[in-house]
């Protein structure tokens, strides 16, 4: 079993990419190697944080590692909440406020297609590789399901009648934007 780190603290995400990349890895989070800073996120696009993340755990704990960043682009809000998507509602992180503003924010709106998309940034040495996934949609008008995180009462993938949070685990991972750039990540590390 190898080891490599996913920078997140984020729970929920470590245990998507470890349900994802199976028991070939054994996936550390930032907490496992003794890091519990918020390593800052100030870039303008999902590339340039999934980056910024990836080199900050490299240049100051030397570990191999990647990290993702994912966004949310709704087509009537021009692309928003997009790189924002966690700060959407405020520098709080929070879910629900983000998901109650972006219902808000739609809530005259018919056009209600969207996608996730999640970029990966994998640090190996000196060398930085990006891959990518991304899981066309709809933002359905009201919350269903109680499974997921984030976005997933609100997000309904093209050609399913039910939204992420009211699939288990491996029905989602199967088709969704993280599962598809991990998938692309396992094979950059075979």
Request: net charge negative; with cysteine.
């Amino acid at each position: 079993m190898k080891d490599i780190v996913f920078a997140t603290n984020n729970a929920h995400k470590l245990e998507e990419i470890r349900q994802i990349l199976g028991a070939d890895y054994n996936v550390l989070g930032l907490h496992d190697i003794g890091c519990d800073e918020d390593i800052p996120e100030t870039a303008e696009t999902l590339e340039g944080n999934a980056e910024i993340k990836a080199r900050w755990v490299k240049e100051r704990y030397g570990y191999d590692c990647f990290a993702d960043d994912t966004g949310l682009e709704v087509d009537a809000l021009a692309g928003a909440p997009g790189v924002y998507s966690a700060r959407y509602a405020g520098s709080a992180h929070d879910s629900a406020a983000n998901v109650a503003l972006l219902l808000k924010n739609l809530s005259d709106k018919d056009n209600r297609k969207a996608r996730f998309r999640t970029v990966i940034a994998l640090v190996r040495g000196e060398e930085m590789t990006f891959v990518d996934g991304v899981v066309e949609g709809s933002i359905t008008r009201e919350l269903h399901g109680s499974n997921g995180f984030g976005y997933d009462p609100v997000f309904m993938p093209d050609g399913y009648d039910v939204t992420f949070a009211e699939m288990d685990a491996e029905a989602k991972n199967a088709i969704s934007h993280r599962g598809r750039a991990t998938a692309k990540l396992r094979d950059l590390l075979a």
